[in-house]
């Protein structure tokens, strides 16, 4: 509360806490994994809602492929019932050194102004695996807002990357 001189737009929080839960199960070939958390915290500006958030997510790893979902939520993270979201899901195959794979998010956020603004993001990727802890790896990813007032921006970007393991 010290630090809170009541400038800041989202309020300031305190006595914030968390809880997760964690589950990995090997059933024959496949591997499947849960889990999820929540955080939630006291707003110390008058006037301010309780912050909180949750998220979940799960996956399934069988035979060289991997797909996995997620979801979370903010709570009053912009301001009084202002919210914002996030889902998304990805899919990966593995087959000796190489991975290829692909994913799939949307992002909303309420505005104070009414509405909502979206964010999709799409990215498709391989990697290459040669040994030694060394791999290579190259993303294509785009992202599109849309916005609930003004302009809509758009975004392509291709990444290119090395990796050590030791």
């Not at 919210?83 to 692909?102: E, K, L, N, Q, R």
Request: charge should be negative; glycine fraction near 18%; charged fraction near 15%.
């Amino acid at each position: 509360t010290a630090d809170c001189d009541g400038t800041q737009s989202r309020g300031c929080n305190g006595e914030s806490w968390s809880i997760a839960a964690d589950y990995r199960g090997k059933f024959g070939d496949a591997t499947i994994g849960l889990d999820a958390g929540y955080t939630g915290s006291n707003n110390e500006t008058a006037g301010r809602q309780n912050v909180s958030a949750w998220r979940a997510d799960a996956f399934l790893q069988v035979a060289g492929w991997e797909a996995s979902i997620q979801y979370g939520k903010a709570n009053n993270v912009n301001g009084n019932s202002l919210d914002a979201s996030a889902i998304g899901g990805a899919v990966m195959y593995t087959m000796g050194p190489w991975s290829v794979g692909g994913f799939f998010q949307q992002g909303r956020a309420d505005v104070a102004t009414g509405g909502r603004n979206k964010l999709n993001h799409f990215l498709v990727g391989a990697g290459y695996a040669l040994g030694g802890g060394v791999s290579l790896g190259a993303a294509l990813s785009h992202q599109k807002r849309d916005n609930a007032t003004g302009v809509d921006p758009s975004g392509t970007t291709f990444t290119f990357g090395i990796g050590a393991n030791f």
